[in-house]
């Protein structure tokens, strides 16, 4: 199935309408917890995928190790994560979140209007969403992203 490129273009512009939408939606958020963006981004990847290298983590989110080091210094000041000894290696740490609670209730509002609208979708509308995103995320997914996810 090869359409035209402009057969494309509403589903690009609902794409970046939508990056826009949560983009805005994460600065609200960034901004009422105190954190920066760069913060909420380690934080929403711990949370999806659990704990971490620092350098995994600064490959996952496209951050220079420096800069990590100091968004991971900031984190752990504040409560949202702890560095643990690597259990398969114990010359390395691992970055764990440790308030997933808190995390969630940041987003808590938004959780709840997206639960309105999934609950007026058919499984198969769910299923054709779900699919569609993870094709997406896959094919935007940085060589570094592939890497993390085959191990």
């Not at 690009?12 to 805005?24: E, F, K, V």
């Not at 010359?91 to 997206?114: C, G, K, M, P, W």
């Amino acid at each position: 199935m090869n359409a035209s490129p402009h057969a494309h273009e509403p589903l690009l512009l609902a794409l970046r309408r939508l990056r826009t939408d949560l983009a805005a939606r994460d600065r609200v958020v960034a901004e009422a917890a105190h954190l920066k963006d760069s913060d909420l981004t380690v934080l929403e990847v711990l949370n999806r995928e659990g704990p971490q290298s620092p350098t995994t983590l600064a490959r996952r989110t496209n951050t220079h190790l420096a800069t990590m080091t100091g968004v991971l210094t900031r984190l752990e000041k504040e409560g949202w994560i702890e560095r643990r000894p690597d259990a398969n290696d114990r010359r390395s740490i691992r970055i764990h979140a440790t308030s997933v609670e808190r995390f969630n209730a940041l987003y808590a509002e938004s959780i709840d209007q997206l639960h309105a609208v999934f609950d007026r979708w058919p499984p198969e509308q769910a299923q054709a969403f779900l699919s569609s995103i993870t094709d997406i995320a896959q094919a935007l997914e940085t060589p570094a992203d592939a890497e993390s996810a085959a191990r």
